[in-house]
T-cell receptor, first 117, second 115 residues
Framework: AQTVTQSQPEMSVQEAETVTLSCTYDTSESDYYLFWYKQPPSRQMILVIRQEAYKQQNATENRFSVNFQKAAKSFSLKISDSQLGDAAMYFCAYRSGNQGGSEKLVFGKGTKLTVNP | GAVVSQHPSRVICKSGTSVKIECRSLDFQATTMFWYRQFPKQSLMLMATSNEGSKATYEQGVEKDKFLINHASLTLSTLTVTSAHPEDSSFYIC???????????FGPGTRLTVL
């Protein structure tokens, strides 16, 4: 079974600084997807960024980027120019490759990010 | 992105009663819906996966008779917590997807409190 590990229960960053959240995963599959979700205090899950395993290029979405190391099974999230609104729980998630997207997500335990003004 | 709603957002019930939570995909047809449970300061725990018109597939350790899931249409899935007890108090989240999307869309969640 696939597992996702987030080794940092809590992280903090100064506003406007950069922070990196770590995630490692374990799988024997070659086709899969990796996600970072944000859960603010409202508890609405928000997709931050997605990476397809077959793509070598790291995904980026504005201030958010990932460092995808397939061989090392590592998938870290970098948040640049941190803003107060970035404060939230961040969950790393894994999904097996499936054309229909109906495969379940496997979540890590989460990292609570605090942004200090 | 696609929108998923949940109703109610918050419910309080007495021990022994049943509670139904609805999950709707508002602007797309959801072939697959997922139900999660989240305890305070913890991650999401998948309870079951439901495909429209089929019986739900429950994760190991989840009681099928206690958590009844129905996915009768392409836009609606329901989770019924039967004979609820205080230990069933939790935050329940649904998500939905279809063949045209490559991600799950999450509802805003339902906070269940059983007295």
């Amino acid at each position: 079974a696939q597992t996702v590990t987030q080794s940092q229960p809590e992280m903090s960053v100064q506003e406007a600084e950069t922070v990196t959240l770590s995630c490692t995963y374990d799988t024997s599959e070659s086709d899969y997807y990796l996600f970072w979700y944000k859960q603010p205090p409202s508890r609405q899950m928000i997709l931050v960024i997605r990476q397809e395993a077959y793509k070598q290029q790291n995904a980026t979405e504005n201030r958010f980027s990932v460092n995808f190391q397939k061989a090392a099974k590592s998938f870290s999230l970098k948040i640049s120019d941190s803003q107060l609104g970035d404060a939230a729980m961040y969950f790393c998630a894994y999904r097996s490759g499936n054309q229909g997207g109906s495969e379940k997500l496997v979540f890590g335990k989460g990292t609570k990010l605090t942004v200090n003004p | 992105g696609a929108v998923v709603s949940q109703h109610p957002s918050r419910v309080i019930c007495k021990s022994g009663t049943s509670v139904k939570i609805e999950c709707r995909s508002l602007d797309f047809q959801a072939t697959t819906m997922f139900w999660y449970r989240q305890f305070p300061k913890q991650s999401l725990m998948l309870m079951a996966t439901s495909n429209e018109g089929s019986k739900a597939t429950y994760e190991q350790g989840v009681e099928k008779d206690k958590f009844l899931i129905n996915h009768a249409s392409l836009t609606l899935s329901t989770l019924t917590v039967t004979s609820a007890h205080p230990e069933d108090s939790s935050f329940y989240i649904c998500s939905a997807t279809s063949g045209i999307y490559n991600e799950q869309f999450f509802g805003p969640g339902t906070r269940l409190t059983v007295l």
